[in-house]
Each structure stands twice: as structure tokens, then as C-alpha cells.
């Protein structure tokens, strides 16, 4: 099973809103990535959890906090965002290094509307 | 110079046609090569994984890496409906504990029937 989980599916906030989505996998990866992705563009990595660690952050603005709470989940906290932060947001994961396939899998993703 | 280089199209063409897409990128230190396809409002699929050069097939899907020519493929055999999507090529550098893609812009395939 190759099956990346997220919630919501569709969220919209107010600029002042404090809210969270969720990723979950359950495929023993122990890396897993935010990404954002605007319409019509490829996916645009945010940040990199390996180990339930933070390995990368792209200069994402504070108003977006990642959480590994475990290496099952992955939150990320939204608060105070733009209408400009409208977008889909997406949770991969993928293989540890030495298990065979080194690729990501992607979840469905959240879309994320801030009026 | 964009890092990978992808034709965003749309690529439009009748169903049971062959289809082929393309990325060409500048990085030699790429060894991880894929194409995901997503629809619209949806989350990329994995279709291929290729590591290195060569060539893979996946039922109508072949994929091909010239890493000497910097150049990969997607083919699509008797192309269906079904298949108009985003196509998306990713490839990345040796893997350290995870892995950051550089994806294509995409290219959008729209098959009629």
C-alpha cells in the first residue's frame, strides 16, 4: 500500500484563523515533505522531515510552522496567513535510504482558500 | 537556465495515438528519474521510477533516461481519455536520508476520443 493520507481535503480561512492540516502514512518511510503548488505550477517543496527531524525548511515564512509529532504524522500549523497563501498543499513521504525505491509518494492534498 | 526543462503544452492528441514527453535538464549529478501524473485538483501519482540510465516499461507506459544526452522520456501507447492529465517529470541527486526533487513545469496532455 502506497498511500499518503491528508485532512482536510478543503479548507478555508480567515486571515486572522488559526488552523492545521494533517498528513499520515503508514508506509514506514522515515522522510517526509511539505510541499505548496499553485495552479498551473509544479510542486514547490516547503519543508523536509527525515528521522521526524527538520532537515530543510525553503525559507517559508513563519506564519507556516511544520510538526513531526511522530514518524507516522506530519502537521503543519497556519496562522495569520495571505490570500496570496491560497493554494494546494501537499504531504509526501518516501523509502529510507538502503530500502529499494527512493521516490515519493504524494497525498491527495489540502486546498487551502484564505479570504 | 531553469534546472530541468519541460514543454508545458497542452499536448493534445486522439485517443489510441501514441504519445510521447520529455524533459531535458542541466544537473549531471541527477541519478533519480520520475514522472508523476496529476489531475486536476488532485495530488501527482507516481507512474515511473528509473534509476540511472535506461530503459522501463510499465504496461502502455515505457520510460527512457539518456543521462549522456540529459534528456528523458515518457511514452504513452494507445493513448486513452483517461490519460489527459498533468504530466510531471522529477528527478533528484543520491539520496542522504531524503530526497529533494526538481520537477519539470509539467506538461499537459489532453486526449480526445
Known amino acids: 500500500d502506497t498511500e499518503v493520507t491528508q485532512t482536510p481535503k478543503h479548507l478555508v480561512m480567515g486571515m486572522t484563523n488559526k488552523k492545521s492540516l494533517k498528513c499520515e502514512q503508514h508506509m514506514g518511510h522515515r522522510a517526509m515533505y511539505w510541499y505548496k503548488q499553485k495552479a498551473k505550477k509544479p510542486p514547490e517543496l516547503m519543508f523536509v522531515?527525515?528521522?521526524?527531524?527538520?532537515?530543510i525548511n525553503e525559507s517559508v515564512p513563519s506564519r507556516f510552522s511544520p510538526e513531526c509529532p511522530n514518524s507516522s504524522l506530519l502537521n503543519l500549523h497556519l496562522h495569520a496567513l495571505q490570500p496570496e497563501d491560497s493554494a494546494l498543499y501537499l504531504c509526501?513521504?518516501?523509502?529510507?535510504?538502503?530500502?529499494?525505491?527512493?521516490?515519493?509518494?504524494f497525498g491527495p492534498g489540502t486546498r487551502l482558500t484564505v479570504l | 537556465q531553469k534546472e530541468v526543462e519541460q514543454d508545458p503544452g497542452p499536448l493534445s492528441v486522439p485517443e489510441g495515438a501514441i504519445v510521447s514527453l520529455n524533459c531535458t535538464y542541466s544537473n549531471s549529478a541527477f541519478q533519480y528519474f520520475m514522472w508523476y501524473r496529476q489531475y486536476s485538483r488532485k495530488g501527482p501519482e507516481l507512474l515511473m521510477y528509473t534509476y540511472s540510465s535506461g530503459n522501463k516499461e510499465d504496461g502502455r507506459f515505457t520510460a527512457q533516461v539518456d543521462k549522456s544526452s540529459k534528456y528523458i522520456s515518457l511514452f504513452i501507447r494507445d493513448s486513452q481519455p483517461s490519460d489527459s492529465a498533468t504530466y510531471l517529470c522529477?528527478?533528484?541527486?543520491?539520496?542522504?536520508?531524503?530526497?529533494?526533487?526538481?520537477f519539470g513545469t509539467g506538461t499537459r496532455l489532453l486526449v480526445s476520443p
Open positions: 522531515y527525515s528521522y521526524e527531524k527538520l532537515s
Open positions: 522529477a528527478m533528484s541527486e543520491r539520496d542522504t536520508g531524503f530526497q529533494k526533487l526538481v
Open positions: 509526501a513521504s518516501s523509502q529510507e535510504p538502503g530500502g529499494g525505491s527512493r521516490t515519493q509518494y
